[in-house]
């Protein structure tokens, strides 16, 4: 079992940044992989990020590329989602997700933290 729990979130004005956190425990991360999905109100969960635990590899949609870095931090075991330049249509709820790398589903998902972009 992996728990996950998210931080961070708030209200922030269009072009302004903010960083997610998500703490992981319950087990090694060696063999996994780590993301943020966001789901917009009315809208279905979105794919945002993903990085390999080992290795470190990341990988970005389309819509925050150039904006949002993901990382992860080995001794404290958490991931960081950077996001700057944000904009009104980046408002949602993020979520952080774990899953074994060999998995084709997120399996754990931690609770949530709203992001607010005002206009």
């Known amino acids: 079992q992996v728990q996950l729990v998210e931080s961070g979130g708030g209200l922030v004005q269009a072009g302004g940044s903010l960083r997610l956190s998500c703490a992981a425990s319950g087990r090694t991360l060696s063999n996994h992989v780590m993301a943020w999905f966001r789901q917009a109100q009315g809208k279905e969960r979105e794919f945002v990020a993903h990085?390999?635990?080992?290795?470190?590899?990341?990988y970005y949609t389309d819509a925050i590329k150039g904006r949002f870095t993901i990382s992860r931090d080995n001794a404290k075991n958490a991931v960081y989602l950077q996001m700057n330049s944000l904009k009104p249509e980046d408002t949602a709820v993020y979520y952080c997700?774990?899953?074994?790398?060999?998995?084709?589903?997120?399996?754990?998902w931690g609770q949530g933290t709203q992001v607010t972009v005002s206009s």
């Open positions: 997700a774990a899953k074994i790398f060999s998995d084709s589903k997120y399996k754990y």
């Open positions: 990085v390999v635990w080992s290795g470190g590899r990341t």
